[in-house]
């Protein structure tokens, strides 16, 4: 059984789910994004983020036009201070889908931490001009 709630505390078991769905099905985007998850969401053991960036890496080689997973892992590399590359996947995200709002954000709070503090007012600005009556 492969288990995609974000919120599946057995870490380790999901993990190797996801890993025989992958061995089964290589090309299953949803097994590697759900891997990505459970190695960043597990609660007992140090958090795997180098390999949820090589799992959400090999989901986006599957599907580059997906702005969900560049977000993803621009999160990711956000969480362990590669904002350099955080900034380029949250950018990849923008020019997919313009709109997408949660990537202007995510590039804000980024570029403040880099103390690009106008840069990243004007994202602010228009994260809440997507986001305006929503």
Known sequence: TVFTDSRYRDSDRAIADFTKAI?????Y???YTGRAKAKTNNYEYEKDYEGAIA???KAIELDPNNMFLYNRRGEIKRNIND???AIADFTKAT???WYYSSAFYNRAITKEKIGDSKSAKNDMAMYHSLTKGK
Request: glycine share 6%; aromatic share 12%.
């Open 23 to 27: 061995e089964n099905d290589p090309k």
């Open 55 to 57: 799992d959400y890496t």
């Open 83 to 85: 904002y350099t590359g």
């Open 29 to 31: 985007i949803d097994a």
């Open 95 to 97: 020019e997919i889908d």
